[in-house]
């Protein structure tokens, strides 16, 4: 397992190698001796704790905290303030400002160990759930809040450059024979056969596989035109196709299908992400209606 990173935010260094010499032995720990520093790292390096001195030049902790919590890259981020401030009414200010935790100096090593302790176990606890909120349990596929929210936030990112967003939609070939057929179990095999070569395809950082809902699928393709996302459908019809999973009753082939409809255009603030979804499925009906097995563009 790959240790949790804490960045230490402090302008003094002798503060900083304090508190590294108590993190050192169990976390990653990195530093930053300003405010604006300490921003830039944090996007950098996405730590799971941030401990923030409050005394700074320039940028003080409690602006940092306001930054960090109107960020939406940032927000999820935990805040422990560490401070020579020990006021109460400094201390319900960090507090109120979205901090977690406020921790006075002189750091108490073994308090300071603690809490930090206690914290990460809930942001871990935090980030499972956050997971298991947006993955599709049978397939281990993102599944469709993860897909609505990407494809909204693809279509913001790639409309400042007007650049191209491609969406697939794919829908399993006579499915309902295949489950009377063979059985609910084997109907959830098949779906998980599936899912699999969608991921074995669609492998880009920035694609996004998510199962849409029962038997059917969605992907987002950033950066690629009509052209491109027809040759990675085709790919997805072609390889489930070889996994010769059999389908006796199916009236395409004597193996399970899928059909496939693809969208694309160069994103436009003017353009309603769900608009996507909608010419996806209409391309996908129109591959239906041919005959199923096949992708429609
Ligand atoms: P078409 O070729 O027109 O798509 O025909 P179809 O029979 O596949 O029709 P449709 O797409 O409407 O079928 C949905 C079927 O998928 C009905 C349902 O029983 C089955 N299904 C949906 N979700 C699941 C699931 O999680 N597991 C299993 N085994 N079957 C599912
Ligand atoms: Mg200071
Ligand atoms: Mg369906
Ligand atoms: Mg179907």
């Known amino acids: 397992m790959t240790r949790a990173t804490i960045l230490v935010v402090d302008d003094e260094i002798s503060n900083i190698e304090i508190i590294n010499a108590i993190l050192e032995d169990q976390y990653e720990v990195c530093f930053a001796i300003s405010g604006a520093q300490a921003l830039e790292t944090m996007r950098e390096l996405q730590p799971d704790l941030v401990l923030l001195d409050?005394?700074?030049?320039?940028?003080?902790?409690?602006?940092?905290?306001?930054r960090i919590k109107n960020d939406p890259d940032l927000v999820d981020i935990?805040?422990?303030?560490?401070?020579?401030?020990?006021?109460?009414?400094?201390?319900?200010?960090?507090?109120?400002?979205?901090?977690i935790d406020y921790v006075t100096k002189p750091i108490q090593p073994a308090i300071l160990r603690a809490r930090v302790t206690n914290h990460m176990e809930l942001k871990s606890l935090r980030d499972?759930?956050?997971n298991l909120a947006v993955t599709d349990a049978l397939t281990g596929l993102k599944n469709r809040r993860y897909l609505e929210r990407t494809l909204r936030a693809e279509c913001a990112r790639l409309a400042r450059d007007e650049?191209?967003?491609?969406?697939?939609?794919l829908d399993i070939d006579f499915f309902k024979q295949f489950n009377d057929t063979y059985g609910h179990p084997a109907g959830d095999r098949c779906i998980a056969m599936i899912a699999a070569?969608?991921?074995r395809v669609v492998k880009r950082a920035s694609d996004t596989p998510a199962r849409y809902g029962g038997e059917e699928f969605a992907c987002i393709l950033p950066d690629l035109g009509p052209a491109e996302a027809e040759i990675v459908a085709q790919?997805?019809?072609?390889?489930?196709?070889?996994?010769?999973?059999?389908?006796?009753?199916?009236?395409?082939?004597?193996y399970v299908t899928v059909s496939i409809g693809v969208a694309s255009a160069?994103?436009?603030?003017?353009?309603?992400?769900g608009t996507w979804i909608t010419f996806a499925d209409q391309e996908l009906y129109r591959s239906k209606a041919a005959g199923r097995d096949r992708v429609s563009v």
């Open 197 to 199: 070569t969608l991921k």
């Open 235 to 254: 790919e997805i019809r072609r390889q489930v196709h070889a996994l010769n999973i059999p389908h006796i009753r199916s009236q395409a082939e004597p």
């Open 54 to 66: 409050v005394l700074m030049p320039e940028m003080d902790g409690f602006e940092v905290c306001k």
């Open 163 to 169: 650049a191209w967003l491609s969406v697939i939609m």
């Open 128 to 130: 499972q759930l956050a």
């Open 78 to 99: 935990p805040v422990i303030f560490t401070t020579g401030l020990g006021d109460t009414a400094d201390e319900m200010r960090g507090l109120s400002l979205g901090a």
């Open 266 to 273: 160069r994103c436009h603030s003017s353009i309603e992400p």
